[in-house]
């Protein structure tokens, strides 16, 4: 029973590895952006970063951390690593702040969640998008020991 418990946990960071396997194996996922090798570097902080369909996850994921799930919602996914002491680096928390916006230019606001599952600490934010949406993303990640904020710019398209 233990066992189960903590696989439902893990369930989601599970699901963004298999999903950075996929992405890089089928270039015919265009729903997804996984979790890549190439994330955003500030300073001593890696920035790791995703956007993807919630079908991807399951009900129950979605249901444990309060995300709505359906053809026409998505998920962000973002990750804060300090590389100061090493290259493989450290997950820490941060404060992050964003919002979407599309080719009209109409903005609306991502609500991050924090979520810790062992040694992993990362912010998911759900979104509605319509199909073959292009959507950008404009974030705000402040890392919890430093003095300043830096903005990550990413855009995707969206599909049902």
């Known amino acids: 029973m233990a066992l189960t418990k903590q696989l439902k946990q ?6 963004f590895v298999l999903l950075t396997s996929l992405a890089k194996a089928n270039d015919n996922i265009p729903a997804a952006r996984a979790l890549d ?8 902080y890696e920035v ?6 919630s079908t991807f996850i399951t009900p129950d994921v979605a249901d444990q951390y309060n995300l709505r799930r359906g053809e026409r919602y998505g998920i962000v ?7 100061s002491e090493g290259e493989l680096g450290k997950a820490v928390t941060g404060t992050i702040a964003g919002h979407s916006m599309n080719l ?16 992993a600490i990362y912010y998911l934010a759900d979104f509605k998008f319509s199909d073959k ?6 974030i705000d990640v402040k890392p919890q020991d430093s003095l300043k904020s830096e ?3 990413f ?5 049902q």
């Open 133 to 138: 949406e292009l959507l950008k993303f404009v």
């Open 77 to 83: 996914n973002i990750a804060i690593r300090d590389v």
């Open 10 to 15: 893990a369930g989601i960071f599970i699901v």
């Open 37 to 44: 090798n190439e994330p955003e570097r500030f300073g001593n």
């Open 151 to 153: 903005t990550l710019r």
């Open 48 to 53: 790791y970063f995703s956007a993807f369909n």
């Open 104 to 119: 009209l230019t109409q903005k609306k606001g991502l609500e991050f969640s924090e979520v810790k599952e062992g040694g």
């Open 155 to 159: 855009e995707q398209t969206f599909y």
